[in-house]
């Protein structure tokens, strides 16, 4: 299984006192009138907030890091509500920046949501972009993550959410490439050739093909035969 | 058939009507569970396994959407029987019945004022957040919404064992072990109908007319037991699929994660709903002789609400009768069987993505140069033949052929 499709989900509930749950998404229990006993954790506005360590709702224990045989490409990000918006950081530096070069706060939810289920269809968006092409590459050894930022604080003072609606959330979406295609994929990114799954498939069909041809003796046969002889193409 | 699309889809619905919860019926919040074998819902008898002679490509899967369940459990009743008045936060019923579970919900009155109701006291008097402005001085009508499941109350019988009745006494023997149910009910033995006053114990019952018969076993008690049912739960599900032993879905930080949530992979999404964000892309092999599982994490805490739900109101039992889903994940996948399994062997070697076109296609191309190979030596054999004769026949017209 070296190519796999991947997805982390956040969200900013937690159960209990504590703001964060580094075991990732809680146990939500309910009392005996059905009322949640957790909380939307308030999201105080335009303060990026890391989905994967950011110490608000279910966090990782550490930061998303690429291993040395692992390769990222991630295609799809999305959040809600939609005053906020999501940004891709690899190592030290964003993605999504203004046409000024300074970072912003990234890919809108209004562009790319990822709402709730129970959200009324006439508050639906539909995303404006779909998945994000060209993708983004996480090469390996390097650090990444999703920064959440809200034009609004949300939930103040921690609230009991009522429905999902209610629930600030991030998802990504990304190819995890690890071991033999892992080195494919850095040998298309040398050669500028995207780092898609059919790319790799097709670099691994060259490879077998040149195997192939190596096997069956022909180049060895071809320089016998041909000798110094000037080559004629056709 | 040697491609065919197979789907399979898991629901775990309740135990029925009548079935008191028991939590060994249910999984455990944030235990995963096997879709296929571990006695939850509707299984198979083994696990899935793929013969030497098959092959399986996983195409999709979605699960029950949503996080938050009590959307769908609080306030889905209405109460509007009498009228009330209210001084300060005191409301005070006339010819009302307010219960207990009225506690949490709302109440709407005075012109359209909505109120949390904050306490109950008895069937006429309960307390709200804060006051109607002004008091309601004069009777008015109202409408209070309220409610976790729906509160009904259902006939039952019983007849286990064997009684014997002297004067008001009956007694029960042999798993006639009576429930506080039944008082108010009637029990008939031996034709004779007395209704029941009382349970002194689990074994006796007080009937209000006395009755003699000797232990028997011609008896049946009618009464009736108000519950509530459970019509509706979100399970805040995830899906991971195993392969043998190993977990496709990991972190960001490389260790086992629960999967994709039900929102990212909605299963049923109707039509408001916008596609789900996840796509199986890649599709997942799993090759012969391997295992595979699909493993579904329930986050809401099912029998935590229904022990906060009994703790709360001893009197009313839960139930979660079979038409309320409490959870469902379907996947579909392609098998490949037979000859055409040897062909996905072929197209994993040669690093073709496997799908039913690529099969179909290099079907073709075997069978156009199986084709080829017999036309082709039918085509070269009528060629030579008809040089051969050409040749024979110019050698006889030019006098090329000495006679021996």
């Known amino acids: 299984m070296s190519l796999r499709r991947q997805a982390y989900e956040w969200r900013n509930i937690t159960s209990g006192t504590s703001i964060v749950s580094n075991i990732g998404h809680p146990i939500l229990t309910y009392d005996a009138l059905g009322q949640v006993q957790a909380t939307a954790r308030q999201i105080p506005a335009n303060i990026p907030i890391d989905i994967m360590v950011g110490g608000i709702g279910n966090n990782l224990e550490m ?26 950081r690899i190592e030290t530096t964003k993605y999504f920046q203004s046409p000024d070069g300074v970072p912003t706060e990234g890919m809108p939810a209004s562009a790319m949501p990822f709402a709730p289920s129970t959200i009324l269809g006439n508050q639906e968006v539909v995303p404006m972009i779909e998945v994000l092409d060209p993708t983004v590459y996480v090469l390996p050894g390097q650090t990444w993550g999703i920064e959440y930022t809200t034009y ?4 103040a003072g921690g609230q009991t959410p009522t429905t999902d609606n209610t629930i ?19 040998r298309l990114v040398e050669q500028s050739i995207p780092v898609t799954t059919e790319n790799i498939e097709w670099y691994k069909q060259q490879l077998i093909r040149n195997r192939l041809r190596a096997d069956l003796g022909m180049e060895e046969t071809l320089e016998k035969t041909l000798g110094d002889k000037p080559r004629r193409f056709i | 058939m ?29 235990n995963d569970i096997s879709i296929f074998v571990d006695g939850f819902g509707n299984n198979i008898e083994i696990p899935p396994f793929v013969s030497e002679d098959q092959f399986v490509v996983i195409e999709n899967f979605g699960s029950t959407p949503g996080v938050l369940c009590q959307t769908n459990l609080i306030n889905n009743l209405t109460y509007t029987t009498g ?37 109950f006291t008895n069937a006429t008097s309960i ?34 064992g064997l009684v014997t009745s002297a004067a008001t006494t009956v007694t029960g023997t042999l798993g006639a072990t009576f429930t506080l149910d039944m008082v108010g009910g009637t029990i008939t033995i031996n034709g004779t109908t007395r209704n029941i006053l009382a349970r002194p114990t689990p074994n006796t019952l007080t009937i209000d007319v006395a009755l003699t018969a000797a232990t028997t076993a011609n008896y049946i008690i009618n009464y009736s037991v108000t519950e509530i049912d459970l019509t509706s739960w979100i399970p805040n599900g995830f899906v991971q699929i195993v392969v043998n032993t190993t977990g496709y879905y990991q972190d960001p930080q490389n260790t086992w994660q629960k999967g994709i949530s039900g929102d990212a992979a909605p299963y049923p999404a109707t039509l408001n709903d916008i596609p789900g964000s996840y796509e199986l892309k890649p599709n997942i092999y799993i090759l012969p002789e391997q295992t595979w599982d699909f493993r579904y994490t329930m986050m809401n805490d099912l029998s935590g609400y229904v022990a906060n739900r009994a703790a709360y109101n001893p009197s009313l039992s839960t139930t979660i009768p079979n038409t309320t889903i409490l959870a469902q994940c379907q996947v579909y996948y392609y098998l490949f069987d037979g000859p055409d399994s040897l062909i996905c062997h072929q197209l994993l070697e040669l690093g073709i993505p496997i799908n039913v076109d690529n099969v179909e296609w290099y079907k073709k191309m075997l069978l156009k140069e199986r084709g080829l190979d017999t036309d082709t030596w039918e085509h070269y054999l009528q060629v030579s ?5 050409r040749e024979a026949k110019q050698e006889e017209l030019y006098g090329r052929t000495r006679k021996g």
């Open chain 2, 127 to 160: 307390t709200v957040d804060v006051a109607f402005a002004p008091d309601i001085g004069v009777a008015d009508t109202f409408s209070i919404s309220y409610g976790v499941g729906l509160t009904t109350t259902k006939p039952r019988t019983f007849s286990d």
């Open chain 1, 152 to 155: 609004a604080t949300l939930n």
């Open chain 2, 2 to 30: 040697a491609i065919t699309i197979q789907n399979y889809e898991w629901t775990l619905r309740g135990a029925g009507d009548f079935i008191t919860y028991n939590p060994a019926s249910y999984p455990t919040a944030s």
């Open chain 1, 63 to 88: 930061p998303a890091a690429n291993r040395a045989h692992q390769f990222i490409v991630i295609d799809n990000i999305g959040s809600y509500p939609y005053q906020a918006a999501l940004n891709i």
């Open chain 2, 83 to 119: 009228t009330i008045t209210s001084v300060g936060t005191a409301v005070t019923g006339i010819g009302t019945a307010f219960t207990a579970d009225m506690l949490g919900g709302t109440i709407t009155s005075n012109g359209g004022q909505v109120r949390n109701i904050v306490a």
């Open chain 1, 168 to 186: 600030a959330r991030a998802y990504v979406r990304y190819l995890l490439i690890d071991g033999p295609d892992q080195l494919i994929a850095m």
């Open chain 2, 385 to 389: 033949m008809a040089y051969r004769e």
